[in-house]
């Protein structure tokens, strides 16, 4: 029996088969789990194409988080392929380029605006559109960039991974009644096509597997996979609000 044996899951953010979404989509499914992805725009054909690299071919719906109306189809768009929900996987960030990669005090509040929507407000606004579907002992589970520190070229969107963060926590407190867990991964750099738009990326890189106790693979996005389906199981029942850092032992060294 697997991990997630009959467990339904919302995923959002497969865009590429290297992205850890994609990992999380594959590895659910290989555990049990039946699996409901979410698209948009132009990208929405891309995300259909890679659904059929999983295990099982995945449906995909249309969810646009920054639109009001997609949000509130969410629910139904979803039912359309299973009942309920017992996870939701939230796999979305953006920031223009001109708001990172050593631009922090260029960075104007129309740009910083959508780095913070699409990349912290968006936790909240994909929790409450799923929360119809959502049943005690569900959980949400989200990816972030350990928001403590300031790293090198990440710049607003590291103020964004810090007010996702901030998000979560206020979330456990508001849906931890219902029974819904919230908890977040802070992965080391993985080599996504996310991850590569960030200007200078490499530098944030470098030095990584040195530092971290038990190294670190930027291409392999298994071991962040492994702790989100983890936290989507059964298996941490009364654990809610916590930050769960994948990166080998880094967060916890100094200098």
Do not use: C
Request: zero cysteines.
């Amino acid at each position: 029996m697997g991990l997630l044996e009959g467990k339904k899951l919302l995923v959002t953010g497969v865009l590429m088969d290297s992205s850890i979404a994609f990992h999380v989509a594959r590895l659910a499914q290989q555990e049990g789990a039946e699996v409901v992805l979410t698209s948009f725009g132009r990208q929405l054909r891309l995300t259909q194409a890679i659904a059929k690299r999983l295990p099982h071919e995945a449906p995909v719906v249309q969810l646009d988080v920054t639109d009001a109306d997609d949000l509130a189809a969410l629910a139904d768009r979803v039912r359309e392929h299973v009942g309920h929900l017992d996870g939701v996987v939230h796999s979305i960030g953006f920031a223009p380029q001109s708001v990172m990669g050593g631009n922090f005090l260029a960075g104007q509040w129309d740009d910083v605006a959508t780095a913070v929507h699409v990349s912290a407000y968006s936790l909240k606004a994909l929790a409450v559109a799923a929360q119809p579907l959502l049943q005690r002992g569900s959980a949400v589970v989200g990816l972030t960039f350990d928001a403590q520190y300031a790293w090198p070229v990440y710049d607003w969107m590291g103020v964004a991974k810090a007010a996702f963060e901030a998000t979560a926590r206020y979330l456990a407190r508001d849906l931890g009644p219902e029974g819904i867990r919230v908890n977040l991964v802070s992965a080391g750099p993985v080599r996504t096509t996310a991850a590569k738009s960030i200007p200078g990326f490499e530098t944030m890189e470098d030095g990584w597997a040195g530092r971290a106790p038990l190294g670190w693979d930027t291409k392999d996005p298994e071991p962040t996979a492994r702790a989100v389906a983890a936290l989507l199981s059964d298996w941490f029942p009364a654990t809610t609000g916590e930050i769960v850092h994948v990166d080998g032992g880094f967060h916890a060294m100094g200098l």
